[in-house]
């Protein structure tokens, strides 16, 4: 799970180096979402992996953000060098159906990769409307029923001289179609039902194995 850490701009090469060091006094303070570290301070903003490895973590957690009294540098995204993250919101959709008394979920290959059929937002549209017209293109279906909303990731990735926060929403669907065109121009060689747990353990982003773990009653009507 990402969080992200307010530093003043003088400390980050310290915090390049160092990561944010043990501390008693006064905890370090994480926010959940990019906008809301960005409402708090103006200064460099730190996008921190939290499950590289959690025992570092406190218990203590309010209002979507957690404190922790520091910080590893393994655990720091965006600062070598340091890019100030930019925000990019995406939507996808998961499909799930029961074969022999077992879920199967719908994934895609997409250059050398198991995931989840998704894509950006563009201007004008709607989250929900993304997630059913990026679903369509990447598995070549007609509009697909949109069962409900599951949840959300949030990953980020070097972007040229920026560092990308994408923050994606989740829709579970449905469709009676049997035939899938992958978008080849997307990189997507494969769309193929799997078993969940076999799917889960393909799936080649740790952030989607939560995502179906946690979700899969959600997954089917």
């Given at each position: 799970?990402?969080?992200?850490?307010?530093?003043?701009?003088?400390?980050?090469?310290?915090?390049e180096e160092?990561?944010?060091?043990?501390?008693?006094?006064?905890?370090?303070?994480?926010?959940?979402?990019?906008?809301?570290?960005r409402?708090?301070?103006k200064?460099?903003?730190?996008a921190?992996?939290t499950?590289?490895?959690?025992?570092?973590?406190?218990e203590a957690?309010?209002?979507?953000?957690?404190?922790?009294d520091?910080?590893p540098?393994?655990?720091?995204?965006?600062?070598?060098p340091?890019?100030?993250p930019r925000a990019?919101t995406?939507a996808?959709?998961v499909?799930?159906?029961i074969?022999?008394?077992?879920?199967?979920?719908l994934?895609?290959?997409?250059?050398?990769?198991?995931d989840?059929?998704?894509?950006?937002?563009?201007?004008g549209?709607?989250i929900?409307?993304?997630?059913?017209?990026?679903?369509?293109?990447?598995?070549?279906?007609?509009?697909?029923k949109?069962?409900?909303?599951?949840?959300r990731?949030t990953?980020?990735?070097p972007d040229?001289?920026?560092y990308?926060?994408?923050?994606?929403?989740?829709?579970?669907?449905?469709t009676?179609?049997?035939?899938?065109?992958?978008?080849?121009n997307?990189?997507?060689d494969?769309v193929?039902?799997?078993p969940i747990?076999?799917?889960?353990?393909?799936?080649?982003f740790?952030?989607?194995?939560?995502?179906?773990?946690?979700?899969?009653?959600?997954l089917?009507?």
């Amino acid at each position: 799970m990402l969080f992200f850490y307010c530093a003043r701009r003088k400390d980050v090469g310290r915090i390049e180096e160092e990561g944010l060091p043990p501390r008693r006094d006064k905890a370090y303070l994480l926010h959940a979402t990019l906008r809301e570290a960005r409402s708090t301070a103006k200064g460099a903003i730190i996008a921190v992996q939290t499950n590289i490895d959690g025992t570092w973590l406190s218990e203590a957690i309010v209002s979507d953000s957690i404190e922790v009294d520091h910080v590893p540098r393994r655990c720091l995204l965006n600062v070598e060098p340091y890019r100030q993250p930019r925000a990019i919101t995406a939507a996808g959709g998961v499909f799930a159906r029961i074969r022999n008394g077992e879920m199967q979920v719908l994934l895609i290959h997409r250059r050398g990769k198991w995931d989840l059929p998704k894509g950006k937002k563009d201007r004008g549209e709607s989250i929900r409307e993304c997630a059913v017209r990026e679903v369509s293109e990447e598995i070549g279906i007609d509009p697909p029923k949109v069962l409900r909303a599951i949840g959300r990731t949030t990953h980020g990735y070097p972007d040229k001289k920026r560092y990308a926060i994408k923050t994606t929403h989740w829709y579970a669907m449905h469709t009676e179609e049997t035939g899938f065109i992958p978008q080849r121009n997307e990189g997507i060689d494969a769309v193929k039902w799997i078993p969940i747990e076999e799917a889960i353990a393909k799936m080649a982003f740790p952030s989607l194995r939560t995502l179906l773990r946690e979700h899969r009653s959600e997954l089917t009507d």
